[in-house]
T-cell receptor
């Protein structure tokens, strides 16, 4: 079974609709992240959460919101979807390691198309 | 302003030969570097990492070299195999960030490695 799962895997929606992408993890990590990937642009950070009570904006948070329902669950919402939010969305988790960097583990991604 | 740069969008290497993927960074606060491998329709998979206190880290066929003075790192794959064909992302973080961890990784745009038989 996958440690980090994302639902749905694919989604088509229309401009102006509200949609939610969900992420669950069984790794027991406190830290969770949402990234988007656009062709030729690599991955960019949208939001991150260090624990249930801690939510932080990333590089490109405008137009998005998140909810950390539990340690294992981190949802990304598009309040009013627009076509330039068409992208691949990845959830990731990590665990802090004192004194050195941490490795992030990614889910399989959600492909979103906004018409 | 791109802080992590992978200047080769694609690289073609013959099976059995060495693949060398390059990455440059501009932020001198970065002190932890990772390489991820990504197949189509899958999420990035962690491959190998290196801390700035080291200049080399090896794991099987994969070796990462770090040149801090040049702000450059490279991933060597020897020997290259067909299953290595994928997109490789270089990523960096500032591990000294408050809380002892990184507020996300900064990624390069990726290099598509193609291993030819």
């Amino acid at each position: 079974d996958a440690d980090v799962t994302q639902t749905p895997r694919n989604r088509i929606t229309k401009t102006g609709k509200r949609i939610m992408l969900e992420c669950s993890q069984t790794k027991g990590h406190d830290r969770m992240y949402w990234y988007r990937q656009d062709p030729g642009l690599g991955l960019r950070l949208i939001y991150y959460s260090f624990d249930v009570k801690d939510i932080n904006k990333g590089e490109i948070s405008d137009g998005y919101s998140v909810s950390r329902q539990a340690q294992a669950k981190f949802s990304l919402s598009l309040e009013s979807a627009i076509p330039n939010q068409t992208a691949l969305y990845f959830c990731a988790t990590s665990e802090p390691l004192s004194g050195r960097g941490e490795t992030q583990y990614f889910g399989p991604g959600t492909r979103l198309l906004v018409l | 302003d791109q802080q992590v740069k992978q200047n080769s969008p694609s690289l073609s290497v013959q099976e059995g030969r060495i693949s060398i993927l390059n990455c440059d960074y501009t932020n001198s606060m970065f002190d932890y570097f990772l390489w991820y491998k990504k197949y189509p329709a899958e999420g990035p998979t962690f491959l190998i990492s290196i801390s700035s206190i080291k200049d080399k880290n090896e794991d099987g066929r994969f070796t990462v070299f770090l040149n801090k003075s040049a702000k450059h790192l490279s991933l060597h794959i020897v020997p290259s195999q067909p299953g290595d064909s994928a997109v490789y992302f270089c990523a960096a973080s500032d591990a000294s960030d408050s809380g002892g961890g990184a507020d996300g990784l900064t990624f390069g745009k990726g290099t598509h490695l193609i291993i030819q038989p």
